[in-house]
């Protein structure tokens, strides 16, 4: 969990964590395990809260372990057995969990791994696009810690091995979210619905794109795309973006443009199978609308500023990247598209079986619990 120096709250926020951790921990010294898994995440996303779902609906006693309180609020209207990591009483039930599993890193990991003997997984949240190269300084500090690395096809584990990871935790399982959004259609067939979903807009020395969804002369762009063709629009921002009033006004006042409303990660399956075409850039939401096999947009927009270099899995030979706006508007209006789909499926996940994946991970839970 990162603290921002500059505010106050945070440093609060934090204290109150680790109080609630320490008296968590005490309450479980005395009490036996129960067979129990805790799903956390930084927030919630669609791998890690099908595989919370599931496990739920396979009578697995499990719970979900929100970092954020503003979350914690929020998916206790949708969901049962959630959790926060400001309640001492949670933690007392994350003490007597048996398994762990996470697609991001887990908070005080370094001191569950030493003064307890509870199962980590780490079950990612799409495909290692971020380039680590070398960095076993990170992989130590995150990626050894678990017990258990699950990828979803032999592109991300030959992508980990060319990175220079040296532990032998690697496990291809496939991904979950494949199987389960094949199985959705499309709600109203007759508007053609494009979402544009770019990645964190924190761009190097603050330089803006021209693909920029915080720029009100982009939003009109599209929006003239939209009225030529007389369909939607639906904009998902990064959930670390920010948007302004304005610009949040500036869609909302469009008949064409449409912000993405996800308070439940069905609707995020929902929204990616209500879509004709994504554009996107950087962002690994590309491998979820894979399993669509519907045409895919790759903005040459700008790196985000915290990632120095990219994996094959996001920069190759078959990703066609769009340099302008008239190159765009091209590809969207004349429905021909430069990035083919069929071929990136299949360089993406090769020859892995996605059918029976959320079965393989219940067995792998039951198997771990019940030791």
Known sequence: MKVNKLNSSHYIYYFLILVSFAFGFLLSIFKKRNP????????????????????????IKSFYLCISYK??????????????????THWYKVFNS???????????????????????????HGIRTG??????????????????????????????????????????????????????????????????APTSYEFKNNIKSKFDIENEKFLAFLESIAVQNDSKIVIKPHWKTKL???????????????????????????????????????????????????PIVFL??????????????????????????EELEAEIINEIYSTNINDLKDFVFGKQNYDNVLEEIVNKVKEVITK
């Open 36 to 59: 129990s898994v805790i799903c956390t995440a930084p927030k919630i996303n669609s791998n890690i809260s099908l595989i919370f779902e599931t496990l739920d609906q396979q009578n």
């Open 71 to 88: 979350e914690y609020k929020a998916l206790k209207a949708n969901y049962k057995n959630i959790l926060c990591v400001i309640y001492p």
């Open 98 to 124: 048996k398994l762990i599993i996470s697609s991001h890193s887990i908070i005080f990991h370094t001191f569950i791994n030493i003064f307890t003997t509870i199962y980590t997984i780490h079950s990612g």
């Open 131 to 196: 380039s680590l190269k070398n960095n076993q300084k990170q992989f130590k500090r995150f990626y050894y810690k678990f017990d258990e690395m699950w990828l979803i096809s032999d592109l991300e584990k030959n992508i980990y091995n060319e990175m220079g990871y040296a532990k032998n935790n690697q496990i291809v399982i496939g991904y979950p979210v494949i199987e389960k959004i094949s199985k959705y259609k499309k709600q109203n067939k007759k508007t053609k619905s494009y979402l544009i």
């Open 244 to 294: 302004e009033t304005s610009i949040v006004k500036f869609i909302s006042s469009s008949k064409y443009l449409e912000l993405a409303s996800l308070s439940k990660q069905d609707d995020y399956i929902q929204l990616l199978a209500n879509s004709d075409i994504l554009i996107t850039d950087w962002s690994g939401i590309y491998v979820d609308f894979l399993a669509l096999q519907k």
């Open 300 to 325: 040459n927009n700008l790196p985000p500023r915290d990632v120095p270099s990219f994996t094959k899995a996001i920069e190759n030979n078959i990703i066609n990247r769009i340099k302008s706006l």
